[in-house]
């Protein structure tokens, strides 16, 4: 089968590089000249930031974002406003976070009880059982990302990693576990934030800003 564009493009890019981690590692450090000892010392400082934990309870059934519609000439999401000004209210850490977050999502789905038997009810509560249909983990993972920026989160993009489970429960709930970094890990990441519209708008309306955080 021809090769697509893309797949010209990416070789011709590309291809020269070696496979593995380990080799692209030994490649940047004989063709960039580096000093090791200086990347040692900077990789020790990254580890040593020091991360802090958040973690939110949602009494809510979940559920994942509608497509959005277009009204007065702009898009929106159905129900996303209810959902934000919800989290709004339940959120107390006074803070947006500005630096890398790890994020992970865990939803407990409403238990079909009708559908189920005695059994599977139990299981399905142990989490033995699973959802294995709607909503979709990635519709999900948008409705509670989303909700949380400008309230939480500076913005959604500076998620990484994170994560969705799904289960079932007769008490439906959505439970968020969050950790951000004291401190930016790189000049380029640090940039990078302080030049977006949305860190500049808090810097000048009189936020404080502290370690990676604008406090609220």
Known sequence: MKESQKELEYREKYGFLPDTREELLLYLEKTLKLDMDKIAAEEERINSIPWNRIH???MVVPHGSPRPRLGGGHFYVKGAAETKRYFKRIVTENRIICTRTNYFLTLFMPTPVSQMNKTEIYL???GVIMPTSTSDWDNLAKTYTDCLQGILLLNDNQ???GGVVKYFSIR?????DIAYQESFDSRYNER???NTKGF???LNSGKIYDKGVFLL
């Open 200 to 202: 500049n708008e808090l």
């Open 124 to 126: 399905a509560e142990k």
């Open 192 to 194: 990078k934030v302080t």
């Open 56 to 58: 939110i309870e949602a």
């Open 159 to 161: 998620i990484n990693p």
């Open 172 to 176: 439906p709930r959505v439970e968020i």
